[in-house]
DNA sequence: AAAGTTTCCAACCGCTCTATG
DNA sequence: GCATAGAGCGGTTGGAAACTT
């Protein structure tokens, strides 16, 4: 038996507020406020709307001090620095912006900042399906033991990480008292006994309907890494050394989450774009199609 | 000018978490 | 400890607006 319902849907109107639904609840919250029961507040009030639908109008856009749209270069900083270190919390990520709401940035990301990122100006339009295939083609990221960077085209699959963690001697996951995104976590010790940390979600593609369901994905490195690189690559510049100073990072807290640019974000959030492949944009060669880790000089490819 | 396509965002859905009895 | 209800969250969708062909 599945729960029940929050509402009669039945007699729930739905669809986009009136401004007389918006100032009914308006009214309504401002003089008795929510009473902590978003359910029995619209009877309340008199609108015929789910409570659910009632919050979310109310939080997302009538409550005071709201700001929509034109999100600054400062608000970009933040909202990159944040979805580098946590994924797509976007709850925690609109606390640490006043006035901006959870959906606000979701949807400000989802539909700007991302492309803005990842260089797709808007004139540059691809038909969906072109853009889901490059995307699938890319599994690729790599290394860069010489700068310490490092570069994600997306992210491995399940499978592939298991072939990566024998290759590179899994050690044990770290601790941090800050929270973490969801999804799996892997450290690895790679050559030179530096170590990388990666986190997030796997992306699943379909091979029949070439469908694929969202990723979420990061990286960082850990304090070690973060002790002897401290003066080299971008990635120990981000995040910056120390237990304190990584932990305000991870968190998003302090003033030193503010002082990066968009560039040295981008290799941190982007799950395609940067990887440096020697074989070029030439990814249907039969070599890169065998699930195994090859080192090439300096920088580690994964196919 | 019309038709087709893409973008954007408000709102919904369904899940998890938490409080309460 | 278990069941239930409500709150909160992130992902997804519908449709209007903007843009392109």
């Known amino acids: 038996m599945g729960r029940a319902p929050c509402c009669d849907k039945a007699n729930v109107k739905k669809g986009p507020w009136s401004p007389e639904e918006d100032r009914q609840l308006k009214e309504y919250i401002e003089k008795y406020g929510t009473g902590g029961n978003w359910i029995a507040l619209p ?9 659910k639908s009632c919050r979310l109008r109310w939080l997302n856009y009538l409550r005071p001090n709201i700001k929509h749209g034109d999100f600054t270069d400062n608000e970009d ?7 580098a270190s946590m ?32 260089g797709f100006p808007s004139s540059q339009r691809k038909p969906h ?33 298991q072939v990566s963690q024998n290759l590179l001697n899994p050690i044990a996951t770290p601790t941090f008292s800050s929270p973490l995104p969801q999804g799996s ?9 530096s170590s990388l940390l990666m986190f997030g979600s796997e992306q699943s593609c379909s091979s029949s309907d070439g469908s ?20 080299m690559g971008s990635l120990e510049s981000f995040l910056h050394c120390g237990s304190e100073e990584t932990e305000k990072l991870l968190l998003g807290g302090g003033e030193a989450s503010l002082e990066y640019n968009i560039d040295e974000i981008k290799p941190l959030v982007s799950p395609i774009n940067w990887y440096n492949s020697p074989f070029g944009d030439d990814l249907s060669s039969p070599t890169a199609k065998d699930s195994s880790f090859k080192t090439q000089g300096r920088v580690m490819y994964y196919y």
Request: contains cysteine; aromatic residues 10%; charged residues 20%.
């Open 43 to 51: 009877h309340k009030a008199g609108l015929k709307r789910c409570g």
């Open 129 to 161: 399906q072109q853009q889901q295939q490059q995307y699938q083609q890319q599994h690729l990221f790599s290394f860069n033991l010489e700068t310490r960077s490092v570069s994600f085209s997306s992210p491995p699959s399940l499978e592939s990480m």
């Open 77 to 83: 900083r933040i909202i990159c620095n944040l979805y």
């Open 87 to 118: 994924g797509s919390r976007w709850s925690i990520i609109a606390s640490h912006l006043p006035g901006r709401t959870d959906n606000d940035i979701k949807n400000y990301w989802n539909t700007k900042l991302k492309k803005k990122l990842f």
């Open 185 to 193: 976590m892997h450290r690895y010790r790679v050559k030179d006994n």
């Open 212 to 231: 694929c369901n969202q990723i979420s994905y990061g990286s960082s490195v850990d304090y070690e890494l973060c002790n002897v690189g401290q003066q």
